[in-house]
């Protein structure tokens, strides 16, 4: 079937990866970056009742959540204070200025595009204005607004349904190994961006090559 739509993670695709930053933290203090991003953001590839997890689908403030994970920390033997953590995350190296050449020429062909980003309320203002929203996706899907966070199959339906388009239709990159994998239970055409995002850009054009024509 031919694939029809793109469909983009934002932080690790649009900027290198910001758990990178975040691991450098830790070990700049001597801590166990393993233990510590556990401790922060819980198991990644799944969705629970993790603060972090809490944060990303809208269901407590940032204030709120950074108090219960430096809880979850101390017990950790941690003493992690969130904002900290978070500066260093920044915008992962800066944005990938041929990720956006890209998503404009998808579009330009005939693409759909969108965006399934785990984010939190807060950071809306700063992530948007790193890239062309509106000239990227036709719409976002913000795991804070919508209450659902990847990799929860809900978020991808979503996508989907909004976009008009079969699972089979449609691909998803994004740089957590969960989330892909998620994708790919339900359907989609997945690809799993590394720290070097080049041969994740080259897989999504043999796939489109090899599905047919660009869309009209």
Do not use: C
């Not at 995350?89 to 050449?101: K, L």
């Amino acid at each position: 079937m031919t694939i029809k739509a793109v469909v983009f993670d934002f932080g690790g695709v649009y900027t290198g990866s910001p758990f990178t930053g975040v691991h450098g933290w830790h070990v700049e203090r001597g801590l166990d970056p393993a233990v510590g991003l556990r401790a922060v953001f819980g198991p990644y590839d799944q969705d629970t009742d993790h603060p972090w997890h809490r944060l990303e689908r809208g269901e407590v403030a940032i204030a709120a959540a950074a108090e219960q994970i430096k809880a979850v920390a101390a017990e950790e033997g941690l003493d992690i204070d969130l904002f900290d953590l978070l500066s260093s995350m920044g915008g992962g190296g800066g944005v990938r200025q041929d990720v956006i050449d890209l998503t404009l020429g998808l579009r330009s062909r005939g693409y759909r595009t969108a965006l399934i980003t785990n984010n939190v309320a807060e950071f809306a203002d700063g992530w948007r204005a790193m890239i062309p929203v509106d000239d990227l996706f036709e719409f976002v899907v913000d795991s804070s607004q919508v209450g659902m966070r990847k990799p929860d199959p809900r978020i991808f339906q979503m996508a989907l349904d909004q976009l008009g388009v079969a699972a089979d239709e449609a691909v998803f990159l994004d740089d957590a190994r969960g989330n892909v994998e998620a994708a790919r239970a339900l359907g989609m055409h997945a690809i799993l961006v590394d720290d070097d995002h080049l041969p994740a850009l080259d897989e999504l054009q043999r796939l489109l090559d090899a599905e047919g024509p660009a869309p009209t």
